[in-house]
């Protein structure tokens, strides 16, 4: 494998995370624990691999026989690398105070997936080469951080909520993108009708758009919480000029609005 092979490789999952940094720009992480979380993500992959193994010795492989496919895609691939992608998540990143708002389950959630996509793509280059290498820079890599985003949506959510209320939103991150991983690869792996491999792109495009709206809502809160914590701050210092709480209430009305559109969303999962 070349260095230019390996560069390329490397770099999609680089640039994904470096595009979720500039995103958290409102209260950023440790660079130090994003670091490790992507590290994580590397060293989660051989635990998965080890399941995967596993089930191909019972058999669990692509096949022409649909029901197997299906096995494989939901109940292997999916669950297996969804599975410690979540544990590392909860691992490294849930406990810390650093995790102080809704965005950092999306920041951190992402870091691990991108060390997971990252250490995947190099192995697929050095079986594959470059073209595959290209290929999943605008596919499966850009699938790793949808599912990321979703599962760390929610994660993110589940800190900040009662203990119902999250145990219920990390139990749907997880299982949502279990099922999102499986039905991606269902239809890629599936080789019954050709034609239906097609549906992993369309399932990629719509992940794509709905966690791009699932961004911004935690990174407006971010915004929102940043400025109320800014204007608390100044209103110790009031000017004769300004009111001081106008600001606050403005932000506190848009996070208002934020919370309606996030019900809203819940509403739709459920």
């Given at each position: 494998m070349s260095i230019i092979q390996t560069i390329l490789a490397i770099l999609p999952g680089i640039a994904i995370c470096c595009w979720m940094f500039y995103r958290d720009r409102h209260n950023r992480e440790?660079?130090?624990?994003?670091?490790?979380?992507?590290?994580?993500?590397?060293?989660?992959?051989?635990?998965?691999?080890?399941?995967?193994?596993?089930?191909?010795?019972?058999?669990?492989?692509?096949?022409?026989?649909?029901?197997?496919?299906?096995?494989?895609?939901?109940?292997?691939?999916?669950?297996?690398?969804?599975?410690?992608?979540?544990?590392?998540?909860?691992?490294?990143?849930?406990?810390?105070?650093?995790?102080?708002?809704?965005?950092?389950?999306?920041?951190?959630?992402?870091?691990?997936?991108?060390?997971?996509?990252?250490?995947?793509?190099?192995?697929?280059?050095?079986?594959?080469?470059?073209?595959?290498?290209?290929?999943?820079?605008?596919?499966?890599?850009?699938?790793?951080?949808?599912i990321a985003i979703f599962m760390g949506y929610h994660i993110g959510l589940a800190k900040f909520r009662t203990s119902s209320k999250g145990l219920f939103h990390l139990f749907l991150g997880f299982v949502g993108a279990v099922l999102i991983h499986g039905a991606y690869d269902f239809f890629l792996l599936q080789n019954s009708i050709p034609q239906l491999s097609m549906l992993a792109l369309v399932i990629l495009a719509i992940c794509i758009y709905y966690t791009w709206k699932l961004v911004k809502l935690h990174e407006e809160d971010s915004r929102v919480q940043a400025t109320a914590t800014a204007e608390v701050l100044d209103a110790a210092i009031p000017t004769e000029m300004d009111s001081p709480t106008t600001g606050i209430r403005m932000n506190l009305n848009k996070k208002k609005d934020n919370d309606s559109e996030r019900k809203d969303w819940d509403d739709f999962l459920q």
């Open positions: 440790p660079i130090l624990l994003l670091i490790a979380c992507f590290l994580a993500g590397v060293g989660s992959s051989f635990p998965a691999i080890l399941m995967e193994r596993f089930a191909f010795t019972l058999g669990i492989t692509e096949s022409g026989d649909i029901l197997q496919t299906f096995i494989l895609a939901f109940g292997v691939v999916g669950f297996s690398e969804e599975l410690v992608k979540f544990v590392c998540v909860m691992l490294f990143a849930y406990p810390w105070k650093a995790f102080d708002e809704p965005l950092d389950g999306i920041v951190y959630t992402v870091m691990v997936g991108m060390g997971f996509a990252t250490i995947e793509n190099l192995i697929y280059s050095n079986l594959y080469g470059l073209d595959t290498v290209i290929l999943r820079a605008f596919t499966a890599v850009p699938a790793h951080a949808a």
